[in-house]
């Protein structure tokens, strides 16, 4: 089992930057490929960035590459999403999810075994 909870979330204005941390328990952080995901009001659920169990490898939707980084620290067991140049249409639930023994980034929904409650992160222009 692996519990997982989201911090960080907010309501900011358009440009501004927030930074959401996920920090997991129950089980070695290591074992666990880890992702961010987000819905948004009347919308599925989707893939925004996922890192690997080492943190070596990472992966971007195309809406936020270039301004969103993930990065973990296995010792901490956290996963952080740095969001930076925030845009309205970021604004979403931000979940963060937990894939056991995957040796690569995960960009699946499926493939994610636990999910943490979310965060809610609201952008104004």
């Known amino acids: 089992q692996v519990q997982l909870v989201e911090s960080g979330g907010g309501s900011v204005k358009a440009g501004e930057s927030l930074r959401l941390t996920c920090v997991a328990s129950g089980r070695t952080f290591s074992d666990c490929a880890m992702g961010w995901f987000r819905q948004a009001p009347g919308k599925e659920r989707e893939f925004v960035a996922a890192?690997?169990?080492?943190?070596?490898?990472?992966f971007y939707a195309d809406s936020v590459k270039g301004r969103f980084t993930v990065s973990r620290d296995n010792a901490k067991a956290t996963m952080d999403l740095q969001m930076n140049s925030l845009k309205p249409e970021d604004t979403a639930v931000y979940y963060c999810?937990?894939?056991?023994?995957?040796?690569?980034?995960?960009?699946?929904?499926?493939?994610?075994?636990?999910w943490g409650q979310g965060t809610q992160v609201t952008v104004s222009s």
């Open positions: 999810a937990a894939a056991v023994l995957h040796n690569t980034v995960v960009v699946s929904e499926g493939l994610y075994d636990y």
């Open positions: 890192i690997s169990r080492s943190g070596i490898m990472d």
